[in-house]
């Protein structure tokens, strides 16, 4: 009976598992949505991305072994079947491996993420220059060595749909919110320093492809630079 008891709280974490595994990593890819983090299309998003994939998989193996012996806890030493808890206040040994281990855990952690942070915020030498000013409600774009500027607004359909008078339905803009009249368009395999700034208010400049986000803050220049690896919009 022990045995049999055993088995099925054993199945039962196992299903759990990959209930989980299915929801979180397989089921977006069947409707389309994306419910975990994409990996994006420069070499700091992709930092990004393992480092976040690496992350969560170390929180689902303490998060499996925290609920399996709970569970198994529960179920096999429940009052019911004639267990009585055991009764005393403190364990030394048990206070210093919890202590122990979740600072080895943090530390392991650490040293892939501190590399991911001074990669993203260290620009190596760069081959392109671009100068991105933020106004409302707009942005003016800066090719800085070849003295080329435009300012990009928000797309005319989805500009006249988002307001109150509109004729039409925000849902009948395709890429509503999401296109803009005038692109910036940047170079593959190239690393090009971002310098970042605004007129008005604070903004904030954000591709989330890119795999970071700066904002635009008047009188003040931010730095950023990137290395787009795959071609695209």
Known sequence: MKKQNTFIVGAA????????????????????????????????????????????????????????????????????????????????????????????????????????????????????TVKITGFQWRWKYEYVEDEIEFVSSLHPDSNAARRLDASGSPTDVENYLLEVDKPLVLPAETKIKFLITADDVIHSWWVPALGWKRDAVPGFINEAWTEILERGV
């Open 13 to 128: 974490v196992t299903a759990a598992v990959i209930a989980a595994f299915w929801l979180l990593l397989v089921a977006p890819g069947l409707t389309g949505n994306e419910i975990n983090m994409t990996r994006g299309v420069t070499s700091q998003s992709g930092l990004a991305y393992d480092l976040h994939m690496i992350i969560l998989w170390v929180c689902v193996v303490i998060g499996v072994i925290v609920f399996s012996a709970m569970f198994i806890a529960i179920a096999l030493h429940r009052k019911s079947r004639g267990h009585e808890a055991a009764q005393f206040t403190h364990s030394t040994k048990a206070e210093v491996a919890w202590t122990i281990i979740p600072v080895l855990i943090l530390i392991v952690m650490a040293v892939p993420a501190t590399r991911a942070l001074v990669n993203m915020e260290v620009a190596p030498e760069t081959e392109m």
